[in-house]
């Protein structure tokens, strides 16, 4: 689950918090580095359960329905939503059952959360034509709870408030987060039960190491890299670029010079589409040129073997 655009943002983070908040002890930093890394896959799984917290509020309000005809002699409360089949699959899902057995808080300490988006649930019109729908099938329950996501979880400001009380780490992942949960409610198979896999914490141990080799190589040769800068910004105004754009170049120069799969063109791209939210509304472009000017200087002084578009 957590790629190499996490990963960079996570480094282009802790990066500046190291230089901000004085602390020299890389291998401190890079503890901080995996922890918080392992902190944006909590949260990938806190934000599945919550489908299976929502499910629970669903039972009780249907309980009390439930009652509540008995006892006035009206038609029984329809169940569709309690027993959607794919909600009832996460809820039995061993990996996640595994993970949340772990954990200290639980969606069951947040009940007037889970009341307010269960009632935004019920008052949507996605609700509605689910519950009017003739289809009944798993993927009509699969397709309920990937729209519900997409609409009312994804952008919901109750939620973002929540979990940033919850943790300081989960400011800026959940938005990357959000597109892993939605990529696994599709990869929902009935088929698969209790066992059906989530994703794991990292594709590969590959991308576990390039987060080390990046953020080490980021660091102990910063000065290095901001010396590259200098010489090759001859045609720019280095003096007056902010903070956080050196040290987004500063990163990409570590990648440019330490990964040789990795294309200059997928280097730069990469950390122009972090400067425009972590920087300045013309940092984006400033830097494009910088990092283009950088990487021909690179080549042109031996330093980097790698092609580089004219």
Known sequence: MINRELIRIKIVQLTYAYYQNGSKNIDTAEKELLFSLSKAYDLYNYLLALIVGITKEARRHLEVAESRAKREGTPMPSTRFVYNRFALQLEQNKMLCDFMETQKKSWDDEPE?????????????????????????????????????????ENNADLDMLLEEQSLYWNDDKEVVDTFVVKTIKRFDEKNRSTQELLPEYDSEEDKEYARKLYRATIMNGEEYQ????????????????????????????????????????????????????????????????????????????????????
Do not use: C
Not at 113 to 123: A, C, D, W
Not at 146 to 152: A, H, M, S, V, W
């Open 113 to 153: 959360f889970l009341k307010k988006i269960y009632t935004q649930i019920t008052e949507s019109q996605i609700y509605k034509d689910y519950m009017e729908a003739e289809e009944d099938s798993y993927l009509a329950d699969r397709e309920l709870w990937r729209k519900l996501y997409r609409t009312l979880i």
């Open 227 to 310: 010396r590259l800068m200098s010489e090759a910004s001859r045609n720019w105004d280095f003096s007056r670029l902010a903070y956080m754009d050196i040290v987004i170049m500063q990163i990409a120069i570590a990648e440019m010079l330490n990964f040789p799969s990795i294309p200059v063109s997928v280097t730069i791209n990469e950390y122009v589409d972090i400067a425009k939210i972590y920087s300045t509304p013309r940092s984006a472009g400033y830097i494009n040129g910088m990092l283009d000017s950088i990487a021909h200087h690179l080549v042109d002084t031996g330093r980097m073997l790698k092609q580089v578009r004219n």
